[in-house]
Structure formats: C-alpha cells, structure tokens
C-alpha cells in the first residue's frame, strides 16, 4: 500500500494581546506567500471610549515585512471579550472576512439584546464568507477544513489546516482546561461534543488556543500544544472523561464567573464583522449599555 501523503505544516506566527488574553495568528502556506490571519484585535479603553490600532499593526508590519499575500482575515466566533480589527485589517492588507453561518443564531439573539432594530442586518450579510461544518477552502495551495464546534458560542469554528487546529476558545491549553459556556446560546453538552471531534483529529496535530491565562503554577503564557496533550492532560476533559462529569465541572465553574470586561462594546461590534454601529446624525458613533440584559 502506498504511505498517505503527510500533511502539509503551515507556518504559524503568534501575536498575544495581554490586555485581553487573546493570541491572533498569520498562517502562512508553507511553499507560498498566501497567509490567512485569525482573530484579530483591535484595542479598545472602555473608560474612555477609544480605539487603537496598535495590535493590528503589529499584524500588519509582519506580513508586509515577509510580503505576505492576505487571503482570508478569520473569525473562530463572535467575541465577547475583544473587538475585531477584521476591517482595518481588511483596509490595509486584503482579504476575504469569515464567520460560522451560524453568525445568523447570534445577529438574532444579540440584535434583540441590543435592540437594534430592523435596520440590522441579521443574515451574515457584514461578512464575506459564512462557513458550515465540512466546508473547505484554499490558502495558497494549502487546504483548511471547517469544523463546526458549538458550546462556547453557536457559531464555533474550528480552521483545520494542514497539521495545525485553530481552536479559538473551545479548548484551551491543557492545564486550564475549556472556555466558558453561560453565554446566550452556550452550551456544556455541546461543547463536550465539540471537543471530542477536535479529540478525534491526529495526536500530532497541532492546538492553537485562542487565549491564555496562565493556569497556577506556570510562569509564561502559551499557546501551542497538540491533541495527543490534550487527550491526556486536559484538566476538564483529559483521561477521557465522561460527558456528565464534564458538564456538572463546567457548569459549576460558569456559575461563579463575571462576564468579560468588554462584553457588550465586542458582541455589538463583532456581530457586525468588526464593523461600528452606524453614526447618529451628528457623525458620532454610540455603543449600547443594556442594563439587567446579561
């Protein structure tokens, strides 16, 4: 029988935003230019109001110091803890912006918090891509998979690409565990379910995690790990833990939980591709403060 053809190895180059935990990443084709980035920042001072650039551009001086060729500006979800710098990036570099279909679940359920009126698209229309599970698409001449993984949010993706998984918060790094799941729409089973199919990939396959908080004990941040660590270290779901014990663990952590910082300035802007809310009529761009909504 003939060996099956190894997985090509994309080249992945991280950028950790302290202020929010988030790790963005450049995926390079390893015998091209083409890049894809994913989940990208744009910062944000909550007491003040303002944005900055400065993580984007961090992003930006990297691909065009390497003369990278922007495909694809990536969304694993709609964040509830950091705004999306997809159109400036998309301004700057190029690229198509894509989301889950499932988006759509989220437009609706948020759009409803927020009151945002008919004016509000709620068909994934702000994106260019929607993505079901199973789909694929092209970097270069590297193949990525979608794979729909819900719990965390209904509209979880996980990029499959090469050798390398991109995660965004279903799992994170093996000794703290999984992501939340007390969002509107979240759900422990599911993502217990999610997590399997992620489980199921190679052992040698690559994890890159979304964020990062230093589990007690360790000094650095990290981001990379593989599925085989995972299978047998994960402090949720390793040693192959059973599903009811996993959500009883889950729930419980949820429970005592505050929402994210910026939870309610990132669902209005991501749920609109990283897009303001429209000007009022005096030019000025007005984010929401629902009261008793979450």
């Known amino acids: 029988?003939?060996?099956?053809?190894?997985?090509?190895?994309?080249?992945?180059?991280?950028?950790?935003?302290?202020?929010?935990?988030?790790?963005?990443?450049?995926?390079?084709?390893?015998?091209?230019?083409?890049?894809?980035?994913?989940?990208?920042?744009?910062?944000?001072?909550?007491?003040?109001?303002?944005?900055?650039?400065?993580?984007?551009?961090?992003?930006?001086?990297?691909?065009?110091?390497?003369?990278?060729?922007?495909?694809?500006?990536?969304?694993?979800?709609?964040?509830?803890?950091?705004?999306?710098?997809?159109?400036?990036?998309?301004?700057?570099?190029?690229?198509?912006?894509?989301?889950?279909?499932?988006?759509?679940?989220?437009?609706?359920?948020?759009?409803?918090?927020?009151?945002?009126?008919?004016?509000?698209?709620?068909?994934?229309?702000?994106?260019?891509?929607?993505f079901s599970d199973g789909d694929s698409f092209h970097i270069g001449q590297m193949r990525a998979d979608v794979m729909h993984t819900p719990g965390h949010t209904p509209a979880c993706l996980t990029y499959v690409i090469g050798d390398a998984a991109f995660v965004g918060d279903t799992l994170f790094m093996p000794d703290f565990g999984t992501a939340r799941c007390d969002f509107p729409g979240g759900s422990a089973h599911d993502l217990y379910n999610s997590i399997q199919r992620i489980l199921s990939l190679p052992d040698q396959t690559r994890i890159f995690v979304g964020h990062d908080y230093k589990a007690p004990g360790r000094e650095e941040f990290a981001w990379e790990t593989t599925v085989g660590a995972q299978k047998a270290k994960n402090v949720h779901v390793g040693g192959g833990a059973a599903e009811e014990d996993f959500v009883s663990l889950r729930e419980a952590r949820d429970a005592k939980l505050d929402m994210p910082k910026l939870i309610l300035p990132s669902l209005q802007v991501n749920m609109r591709a990283g897009n303001m809310p429209e000007p009022d009529e005096s030019g000025t761009v007005m984010l929401k403060l629902p009261i008793n909504k979450l």
């Open 1 to 130: 029988m003939t060996a099956a053809m190894p997985l090509p190895s994309p080249k992945v180059t991280a950028f950790f935003d302290e202020a929010t935990n988030t790790v963005s990443y450049v995926v390079q084709d390893p015998d091209g230019s083409a890049c894809a980035i994913v989940d990208s920042v744009l910062d944000f001072d909550y007491s003040s109001g303002r944005t900055d650039t400065r993580s984007a551009d961090e992003v930006i001086a990297f691909v065009e110091k390497n003369k990278l060729q922007v495909q694809w500006i990536l969304e694993s979800h709609v964040h509830a803890d950091h705004l999306s710098a997809a159109p400036y990036l998309q301004e700057r570099l190029g690229g198509k912006i894509g989301i889950g279909a499932k988006i759509t679940t989220v437009q609706d359920t948020f759009g409803k918090v927020f009151n945002e009126g008919t004016e509000f698209e709620r068909d994934g229309s702000q994106f260019d891509a929607l």
